[in-house]
């Protein structure tokens, strides 16, 4: 999904691009100047492998920018800044968590230190958490409260200075007044999570990937890199996304292991 709307994001702007300097033409011939071999030409360009994946501060994403300037100047546009060039600096923080991160799971009769990377991984990692003293784990199951839905993960649960633990997704519905049938809505998103959790007065989150990944390796794609923010972003709370065959060390001493805790999720009987 999010390679589609850069995609759509750059084919927007590229459009842009080619009517501007027509703007002053009626209508009809603005339209009739846009060209998809202009298009596909930009694309191509920005959407090379030589760019690898253009992030932030990256000789791909500079290039990338210089080219973009190229076809500004190109269009004969007003440079905007103060340096007289088509950029604006904008700070931004990056971070890459270390190999050597500690995560420990203590129940009775177990303890369990688990190896960022192959185990879990930080879902953003510009934080930097110490807790002293060990922290509860509560069960949330999709940590969502949705009042127009009437349903709230968290009302029979404290979870205040405790790390609560819950599933990606949200509730199955075939109806479209709960949860909109089989389209996600805003409480499948896990910011939206995140912020409720925080909210509820939570010290971090563990996101269990159960419905929307299919395997490990998906995982350590996609967070495996550098976590890039506005230097001015408030620090978040601790936020780790774990293995789920992991995850069952999470249920010890619950009263309910794992697998029912699975069952009840299929079932669409979950409960925090």
Do not use: C
């Not at 360009?45 to 500004?72: C, H, M």
């Not at 010890?252 to 669409?268: A, Q, R, T, W, Y």
């Amino acid at each position: 999904m999010k390679n589609i709307i850069t995609k759509f994001i750059f084919l927007t702007i590229l459009i842009i691009w080619n009517v501007y300097p027509q703007s002053g033409s009626p209508f009809q011939s603005v339209i009739n100047s846009i060209s998809s071999d202009i298009i596909k030409k930009h694309l191509e360009v920005l959407a090379d492998d030589s760019l690898s994946g253009r992030a932030v501060g990256t000789y791909g994403a500079i290039r990338s920018a210089e080219y973009i300037a190229s076809q500004f100047s190109n269009f004969g546009l007003n440079k905007i800044s103060a340096q007289s060039t088509f950029f604006q600096d904008v700070p931004m923080h990056g971070s890459i968590s270390l190999s050597s991160s500690k995560l420990i799971i203590i129940s009775e009769k177990d303890t369990t230190n688990l190896s960022f990377a192959k185990d879990y991984f930080l879902y953003k990692s510009g934080q930097q958490n110490f807790f002293p003293a060990a922290l509860s784990l509560v069960f949330v199951g999709y940590g969502i409260i949705a009042p127009e839905f009437d349903y709230n993960d968290y009302q029979s649960v404290d979870v205040e200075n405790k790390i609560v633990v819950y599933f990606d997704g949200e509730p199955e519905s075939n109806d479209t007044d709960y949860f909109d049938a089989e389209l996600p809505t805003i409480y499948s998103n896990q910011e939206s999570k995140r912020r409720i959790a925080l909210s509820r007065g939570a010290a971090g989150t563990i996101l269990i990937p159960y419905n929307n990944y299919k395997n490990w390796d998906d995982i350590s794609r996609e967070f495996w890199n550098e976590d890039v923010s506005l230097a001015y972003s408030v620090t978040g709370n601790l936020n780790i996304i774990i293995k789920p065959v992991i995850a069952e060390k999470l249920f010890l001493d619950s009263g309910f292991p794992f697998d029912e805790v699975i069952k009840m999720h299929k079932e669409n009987r979950i409960k925090s």
